[in-house]
């Protein structure tokens, strides 16, 4: 028993190391598992105070770019404004009300909230966006950001009260569901950690015909993201042989380099979405448990 | 300024201009990251025991982490760096002086060579085993060896160009005084 001891005592500082170590590599895969980080509440408080300091001056930088984005997002709005549109009618001119939606049917699927981002990264392999909104501002995980000028930024993947972390398009494992405005086929966007402005875009088939420079939108059939936002657009084409499915390099259409203004959009139905996605692979895929 | 006030200002200052300076410029390239915070443990005393050494080091890499979101990557990186350092110091200095003249590892007080070998060994750890654990999740083994390489390159480069900038005070310790 004393040897033991005596053992111990001779190599502790080895044990501190391995235990150091790993705590640390504990710490780092069930991160990169679950997103869900030892002590990150804590820790994303005092990031997000320090980063909406730092963040105070740093806005000033970016304010033109920001300001053009925003005024051109304005300027799309004003021509949708209902009093742009008139009955042809020679009795009289019917002037829409200001919501005419529910008459004919219509719902409310998706709410957006303003955000500003706080911290921002581009040059790693996994980037995130901090915002200073949280739980307590109504953000939960798995939330669409776009940009402020319509470009599609990432989605939500952890919330602390105050402040919310956002899985960047630039991470390795994003992906985001995305199909051509032109002909509709339905692809995934990734990221390969290369080059910052150019996404790829997956499991196209080769038999839609590309031009460079098409138009990348999120498709209808994602559960974050409202369809019709812009992704990129299309800087190269290349057939995989393997799979005869086009590999397409989509330059972004949201600038990483100076985010400033983002708006988190939810979708109002994305957990009944979810729960019978869920539903159904319980039903069809494992009957027998249903089954009773 | 007692050492211990001198560190903080320190770790202060290293995390705030890694987060705020090296990670957000427009990167040069895909492969070069440029990272000086591990400097901090580089220029902790020599009167740092070894176990001491082991929990700063975590505590570095670890507040890092909570800035860039991948909690566990710097920590264990320096926690290597912390581990290793008394040896390499043990190697670079001569034996038979049993105490140090100066307080802390700095060109003045190894020499300017045994300093940069103490600097580079350290930082292609650091690099080394960060890059790996990195490179367990995505990429393949010539972007692992290139990137190692050119951010050991960028770190010495930054690291040269703060130790000619930035003049520290370190007073010569003798008996007498």
Redesign the interface.
């Known amino acids: 028993m004393r040897n033991v001891f005596l053992f111990i005592r001779r190599y502790f500082t080895f044990f501190t190391f391995l235990l150091l170590q790993i705590v640390a590599l504990w710490f780092l895969y069930s991160y990169n598992k679950f997103h869900r980080a030892k002590f990150l509440g804590v820790a994303n408080e005092m990031t997000g105070r320090i980063n909406s300091q730092y963040n105070k001056v740093e806005d000033y930088f970016t304010l033109k770019e920001e300001n053009k984005r925003v005024h051109r997002l304005n300027d799309s709005l004003l021509n949708l404004q209902s009093r742009n549109f008139m009955h042809r009618d020679t009795i009289m001119g019917i002037i829409q009300d200001s919501i005419p939606y529910d008459t004919l049917g219509n719902y409310r699927r998706y709410t957006s909230r303003p955000a500003t981002v706080v911290y921002n990264t581009i040059n790693a392999q996994k980037n995130y966006i901090q915002l200073n909104r949280g739980s307590a501002q109504g953000v939960s995980d798995n939330m669409a950001v776009i940009s402020s000028d319509g470009s599609v930024v990432g989605k939500v993947v952890n919330v602390s009260p105050n402040f919310s972390q956002v899985m960047s398009l630039l991470h390795v494992q994003s992906t985001v569901s995305a199909s051509l405005k032109k002909t509709g086929e339905i692809g995934t966007v990734e990221w390969d950690g290369k080059d910052p402005q150019f996404l790829v875009l997956k499991r196209i088939p080769k038999t839609v015909d590309i031009k460079l420079g098409d138009t990348v939108l999120t498709s209808k059939v994602s559960f974050n993201f409202p369809p019709g936002y812009i992704v990129g657009t299309v800087a190269d084409k290349k057939l995989d042989n393997a799979t005869g499915m086009y590999i397409l390099k989509v330059k972004t259409a949201a600038n990483f380099y100076n985010l400033q203004q983002v708006h988190i959009i939810m979708n109002l139905e994305y957990d009944e979405q979810v729960k019978l996605n869920q539903e159904t692979k319980k039903k069809i895929e494992d009957p027998k448990k249903t089954v009773k | 300024m007692s050492d211990l006030v001198r560190n903080i200002i320190r770790f202060a200052l290293f995390i705030l201009i890694q987060v705020?300076i090296l990670?957000?410029?427009?990167?040069l390239h895909?492969y070069i990251?440029p990272y000086i915070y591990y400097l901090f443990i580089l220029w902790l005393p020599f009167s740092v025991s070894?176990?001491w050494l082991?929990?700063i080091?975590?505590i570095t890499?670890?507040v890092l982490?909570?800035?860039?979101?991948?909690?566990?990557?710097h920590?264990?990186a320096c926690?290597?760096v912390a581990?290793v350092r008394p040896f390499v110091i043990n190697i670079l200095t001569p034996k038979d002086t049993s105490e140090f003249n100066y307080r802390e590892p700095s060109p003045k007080a190894m020499q300017w060579t045994p300093y940069a070998v103490y600097v580079f060994i350290l930082t292609l750890l650091h690099h080394g085993y960060m890059v790996f654990?990195?490179w367990l999740?995505?990429?393949n083994f010539l972007d692992f060896i290139i990137k190692v390489i050119s951010t050991t390159a960028i770190s010495m480069l930054l690291i040269f160009t703060t130790e000619l900038l930035v003049p520290r005070k370190l007073k010569f310790r003798t008996n007498t005084a």
Do not use: C, E, S, W
Request: glycine share 12%; charged share 15%; net charge positive.
């Open positions: 705020y990670n957000k410029i427009p990167h895909r990251t070894r176990q082991l929990v080091g975590f890499g670890l982490d909570y800035f860039t979101m991948t909690p566990g990557l920590a264990a926690v290597l581990y654990l990195q999740d995505v990429g």
